[in-house]
C-alpha cells in the first residue's frame, strides 16, 4: 500500500493565531512530500516541495514566513500557518512521493482550515 | 509553461452509460501523466500513471489511454459510485505535478 495520513483533519482558529498540520507516510519512506491547497470547486495548487533535511522550495506567490514547512524525517513534513487569517481558510493536502515507482504521489485526506 | 486542459468540466451519466473524459497537455518533458479520483472533502486517490504514448491502463471500469497531446479516461458502464471528480495530472523533470481543473462526473441509478 501507500497510505498518507494528515493531522487534524478539521481545525477552527481564530485570526492571528498558528496552526500546525502533519503529514505522515505510514507504509513507506517518502523522498518527497509535496503541499497543496485547493479552494472550492477549484483543482490542487501546489504551494511547496520538500526534502528530508533541507528548506522547502515555495511556488512563486507563497509566502515562506507565512507557511513553514519542516521535512525532519523520510516519514514526516508538517505545514504551520502563521499568524492566520480569514483569507488562508482552504483545503490543505498534503502528498508524499515515492521514487520507486517513479516518484507516484500518494495523497494524505487533506486538512479542512477555518479561520474565524 | 506546462497546461493541462480537462474537458468536459461536468459530465452525468445514466448508470451503464458508457463515456470518456479528455485531458490534453503542453509540457517540456513529460515523465508521466497521472490520473487521480477525488470524492468530495477528500484527498485524490491515485489511479493511473502513464508514460507513453501508445500505453494504456485498466482497473475495474476504468482504462486510461495515451497520445503524445493527450490522455483520455474511459469509463465503461459507470455505477454510481463512479461519481467522482477525475483529475489528470502531468509529472515534468522536477516531479511536479501540474492539475487539470478536473471533470465531475454523476452517476445516476
Known amino acids: 500500500g501507500a497510505v498518507v495520513s494528515q493531522h487534524p483533519s478539521r481545525v477552527i482558529c481564530k485570526s492571528g493565531t498558528s496552526v500546525k498540520i502533519e503529514c505522515r507516510s505510514l507504509?513507506?519512506?517518502?523522498?518527497?512530500m509535496f503541499w497543496y491547497r485547493q479552494f472550492p470547486k477549484q483543482s490542487l495548487m501546489l504551494m511547496a516541495t520538500?526534502?528530508?533535511?533541507?528548506?522547502?522550495?515555495?511556488e512563486q506567490g507563497v509566502e515562506k514566513d507565512k507557511f513553514l514547512i519542516n521535512h525532519a524525517s523520510l516519514t514526516l513534513s508538517t505545514l504551520t500557518v502563521t499568524s492566520a487569517h480569514p483569507e488562508d481558510s482552504s483545503f490543505y493536502i498534503c502528498?508524499?512521493?515515492?521514487?520507486?515507482?517513479?516518484?507516484?504521489?500518494?495523497f494524505g485526506p487533506g486538512t479542512r482550515l477555518l479561520v474565524l | 509553461e506546462d497546461q493541462v486542459t480537462q474537458s468536459p468540466e461536468a459530465l452525468r451519466l445514466q448508470e451503464g452509460e458508457s463515456s470518456s473524459l479528455n485531458c490534453s497537455y503542453t509540457?517540456?518533458?513529460?515523465?508521466?501523466l497521472f490520473w487521480y479520483r477525488q470524492d468530495p472533502g477528500k484527498g485524490p486517490e491515485f489511479l493511473f500513471t502513464?508514460?507513453?504514448a501508445g500505453e494504456e491502463k485498466e482497473k475495474e471500469r476504468l482504462k486510461a489511454t495515451l497520445t503524445k497531446k493527450e490522455s483520455f479516461l474511459h469509463i465503461t458502464a459507470p455505477k454510481p459510485e463512479d461519481s467522482a471528480t477525475y483529475l489528470c495530472?502531468?509529472?515534468?523533470?522536477?516531479?511536479?505535478?501540474?492539475f487539470g481543473a478536473g471533470t465531475t462526473v454523476t452517476v445516476r441509478a
Open positions: 502528498s508524499a512521493g515515492r521514487r520507486e515507482i517513479s516518484e507516484t504521489q500518494y
Open positions: 507504509d513507506f519512506q517518502a523522498t518527497t
Open positions: 520538500s526534502n528530508e533535511g533541507s528548506k522547502a522550495t515555495y
Open positions: 509540457v517540456s518533458g513529460l515523465r508521466g
Open positions: 502513464l508514460y507513453s
Open positions: 495530472a502531468v509529472q515534468a523533470n522536477d516531479y511536479k505535478l501540474s
